[in-house]
Every structure is written in structure tokens, then in C-alpha cells.
């Protein structure tokens, strides 16, 4: 064995271990009641989440990879996310807390003498540790779900994590981003997910973007100007949501006194003006942007400001440089359970001044979902493929619960744009005006 596939398959033996420890540690955070309950009908029990990421990593890994007998094929179809919606999973026959912890380190057990053994080369599923790799990301996906599912939960605070760090530059204000094509995608990622690929060049106008993201005090303003009672600012389909679902505020936003407050896994504090808003669905943060006289930027708008180097005209791995984020560089990895002030990453910006692409709050864009010329579904149809349309707008850069493995400049989320469950805000572009981009 090479010294360079040695050190692949330790690190891919780190990420399986640090997920695994992430998410045993918000699974044992709960008791068995709490962990077999829904909190809401928006997220699945914790218990499911956890049986889950087994039953994925034994389908691809034990039974794909390895080619080994099945451990449990018959909770497949308990486990299928396609089969059973959300708000049903409580009804289903799970597995118990502690059958499913049983379950998913007899799992792993395999999967570890099977990383011992199994060529990572050749077969395009296992190239460069891809399997892997897909297993580790989907397992840091859900415990970013389970991270907002311990938002929803009612009851005692049973997580904590250090504050974010303060701001160390004041920021402020829009970056030009200058007309011009830039490499959109990632053709060389190994672990890259097909809806990232392949590589391409798009040729974007210019356009200004926010130097940071939209912070509460900015969003606490919109408010306080009626945005949420003037039609004019939202579309049509936006005004619809806020009407039907009652919206007057980012979720876990309440009134306290002439301000607000909010409640963070279980925790009431006054909200951190200078904090990026987070809660926050696609209507809300189109309405804003419209109230501010801007709007959202595209995926295209987006990646460039995060990763086009105008000195050299290449695409970075992040918005700093191709080096993995360190703690230094972005608010990720659920090291702090709340966004960070703006401007509390220098070392994280763009090389354009762009602030806090990756990492803190996902961040809205206008666009819909959808494929690269040139896509090709891997390694199954189910997990971009299917959900491709205007049914859903797509998230950039990760937030304060996203892991590294599973963030970087080319990484792609994308929810309905009704959901603010999750941990997304937003920042604003907008058009030149006449002589502003000569």
C-alpha cells in the first residue's frame, strides 16, 4: 500500500469517527423519550436520524462496497426517506434507542474492516474513497438535521458550545463584482456530489453584493418599517405564505419590550444585532431584499463572489484559498451553536472583501435547483436528480451547524421556499446603476 492511499484511508477513518462521535453526542443528549418523540412534524424523530445514517452507510458501504450479507434488510423500508414523509415516521415500527445504537456500531464494525481492505481505485464508486466520502457527508447532513430538530424541542437547554468569537473588522457596505466568465462547479473534488459537477465556465454581468450577510438589526428594521404588512414587497406566492402561515418575525423571534428576543436550544437572549438573522424562509428574505431596494443574488453570483480570483482568473476551493477551513477561517462544524457577528472571520474573506461565504447562516438565492450542462446523476437518480425544478431554491455556503466535510465553494443545498427550520439567512445583491461598474 502506497503512502498516499495510507493517508486516505486514515482520513477517511477520522471523518467517519468524527461524524459517528457528532452523532452519538446529539442523539445521547436526549433521553429515550426525547429521542423517540417528534418535535415537530417538519423533522423526524432523532431516533429515526440516527437508525437512518446506519441503514445508508450498510446499503452503500456493507452491502454496494463490500459486496457482504445484509445486516438488517428488513428495516429498509423504514429507513427509505422516499417511502414515509416526516410527519409519519412516528407511526412506524422503528427501531427502539437502544436496538438502533446496536444497529449502527455493528455497522460500522464492518465498514471498518471492510476500509482495511477494499481497493480505492478503479471502480468509479470507490475512487479516491468517493463511497466514503458520500457515507461521511450524508451522515454530517443529518446531524445538521438533528442540530435543528434540538432547536425545535421544548424543555431544559441540553446542548452547549463555547460563544462564536467577536468581530475583529468592521464590515459593512457592497463589493463590485467585476463582468466576466468564471469556473462555476468543480470537475477535480474528489468527494464532490454529482450535482456539483462537472466544472463549467459562466459568464456573469456585474453586479454588487453584500460584504456581509443581512444582519438581525438590518432584518429587525425591515420589521419595524411594516414589511411584513406591505404587500409590495413580496411576490405573489411569498404574500400567500405570510398570510396562510402568519408570519410577523424570523422564527424564534418573540417581543421583549421595544425589542426582540430569541430562543436558541432552549435558551431565551435578547437577539445579537450584529449577528447574521437566521430562520428565515425565501419569501422573507426576497421580501427584504426588495424592501431594501435590491434582491437576491443567483447560484452563479453567489459562487463567483466565494471563489473567482480576479488576479489569476481561477476558481478557489474556498473563498481564502484551496486549504480545508480551519477555525479560523469560518463558523462551522457546530463548534458554536449561533452565528457569528459580522466580521468576526477576516482571515475567511474573499480575495473581492466578500465576508462570511461559507460557514454561519446557508444563505437564499434566486435560483431554482437544478442541473449543470453536462450532469450525470451518481452514483443513484435520488439524490439530486429527483429533486431538479422550481420547487426548490437552492442555499450556499453552509452555516455555524455545518460540518466541513460536507461545506465548500461548490457545495450545493436546496429546500422548499417555505422552510426556515433550518439554519439559513441570507445577503442582498443588486445591478449596477448607470457608471457604477465602469
Wanted: charged letters at 25%; proline letters at 9%.
Amino acid at each position: 500500500m502506497t503512502a498516499e492511499m495510507e493517508q486516505l484511508r486514515a482520513r477517511i477513518a477520522d471523518e467517519l469517527e468524527a461524524s459517528r462521535s457528532r452523532t452519538a453526542m446529539l442523539a445521547d443528549a436526549v433521553d429515550d423519550d426525547d429521542l423517540t418523540r417528534q418535535h415537530s412534524t417538519l423533522m423526524s424523530p432523532l431516533v429515526w436520524d440516527l437508525a437512518h445514517v446506519g441503514n445508508q452507510e450498510e446499503l452503500w458501504l456493507v452491502r454496494d462496497v463490500g459486496g457482504l450479507t445484509p445486516i438488517r434488510e428488513d428495516i429498509d423500508h423504514l429507513y427509505d426517506a422516499f417511502q414515509h414523509p416526516r410527519r409519519d415516521r412516528p407511526q412506524l415500527p422503528l427501531l427502539d434507542p437502544g436496538e438502533a445504537r446496536a444497529y449502527v456500531r455493528t455497522v460500522r464494525d464492518k465498514v471498518l474492516d471492510l476500509l482495511d481492505r477494499v481497493p480505492l481505485q478503479g471502480r468509479a464508486l470507490v475512487a479516491d474513497g468517493f463511497a466514503f466520502g458520500m457515507i461521511v457527508q450524508h451522515e454530517q447532513q443529518h446531524d445538521e438535521t438533528m442540530l435543528a430538530t434540538h432547536q425545535l424541542r421544548t424543555g431544559a437547554p441540553v446542548l452547549d458550545a463555547a460563544p462564536p468569537p467577536p468581530r475583529r473588522v468592521p464590515v459593512g457596505g457592497e463589493v463590485l463584482v467585476p463582468a466576466g466568465p468564471f469556473t462555476m462547479g468543480t470537475s477535480t473534488e474528489p468527494w464532490a456530489l454529482d450535482n456539483e459537477r462537472p466544472a463549467h465556465q459562466v459568464d456573469v454581468p456585474a453586479y454588487f453584493i453584500d460584504a456581509a450577510p443581512v444582519t438581525n438589526a438590518q432584518y429587525a428594521r425591515f420589521i419595524a418599517a411594516g414589511g411584513y404588512d406591505d404587500p409590495r414587497w413580496w411576490s405573489e406566492a411569498g404574500w400567500r405564505h405570510r398570510m396562510e402561515a402568519a408570519l410577523t418575525a424570523p422564527m424564534h423571534w418573540r417581543r421583549d419590550g421595544d425589542g426582540w428576543a430569541y430562543r436558541r436550544f432552549g435558551r431565551v437572549a435578547p437577539v445579537i444585532p450584529d449577528e447574521p438573522v437566521v430562520h428565515v424562509c425565501f419569501h422573507e428574505a426576497r421580501a427584504y431584499a426588495a424592501w431594501a431596494g435590491k434582491r437576491l443574488p443567483s447560484e452563479a453570483e453567489w459562487e463567483k463572489a466565494a471563489r473567482h480570483d480576479p488576479p489569476t482568473g481561477r476558481s478557489r476551493r474556498y473563498p481564502w484559498g484551496d486549504e480545508d477551513p480551519a477555525a479560523h477561517h469560518a463558523n462551522l462544524g457546530q463548534r458554536h451553536l449561533a452565528p457569528a457577528p459580522v466580521g468576526a472571520y477576516p482571515a475567511g474573506r474573499s480575495p473581492l472583501g466578500v465576508h462570511q461565504l461559507i460557514g454561519d447562516v446557508w444563505e437564499w438565492t434566486s435560483s431554482d435547483f437544478g442541473p449543470y450542462p453536462g450532469f450525470a446523476a451518481f452514483p443513484y437518480r435520488e439524490y439530486s436528480e429527483v429533486f431538479f425544478g422550481a420547487s426548490y431554491k437552492v442555499l450556499r455556503g453552509g452555516s455555524f451547524g455545518t460540518d466541513t466535510a460536507a461545506c465548500r465553494g461548490t457545495f450545493r443545498n436546496w429546500d422548499h421556499p417555505i422552510r426556515r427550520q433550518i439554519f439559513s439567512g441570507f445577503r442582498c445583491a443588486r445591478d449596477p446603476r448607470p457608471g457604477e461598474a465602469d
